[in-house]
């Protein structure tokens, strides 16, 4: 689609205003902070998220356990079993996110990257 505009006479004429590429290099320059941006804040996120879970693992109360535990002791087994599963789920889905939103970001700086 973006290819045929380009080709209509509309985009002919925006690509041959004389800011075009100054407004091009521009648009490429903030799409690779805003993805650099949002990269970074991913993974501090998950960093910190790893730093808690290791430090709670080392003392035995991780927060899904503790919660599984609570759970466990208040609505019985198979609540606290289906907490438990829950939590692991959620788990995945965050690490998804993650993977996804990391290949998403390559993808923006890939293809808005000179090619020489």
């Not at 903030?30 to 730093?51: C, K, P, S, W």
């Not at 993977?99 to 390559?106: I, Y």
Request: no cysteine.
């Amino acid at each position: 689609m973006a290819r045929k505009f380009a080709k209509s006479e509309k985009g002919q004429q925006i690509q041959n205003h004389k800011h075009f590429g100054t407004v091009k290099e521009i648009g490429k320059s903030t799409l690779h902070a805003a993805a650099a941006i949002y990269d970074g804040m991913v993974e501090a996120l998950f960093a910190i998220g790893n730093y808690t879970k290791i430090f709670n693992n080392r003392l035995g109360r991780g927060i899904g356990d503790t919660t599984t535990k609570l759970v466990t002791a208040k609505y019985g087994e198979k609540t606290g079993q289906a907490t438990k599963e829950g939590l692991q789920v959620v788990g995945n889905v965050g690490q998804v996110i993650k993977m996804t939103n990391v290949e998403a970001a390559k993808a923006i700086k890939e293809g808005t990257e000179k090619k020489n």
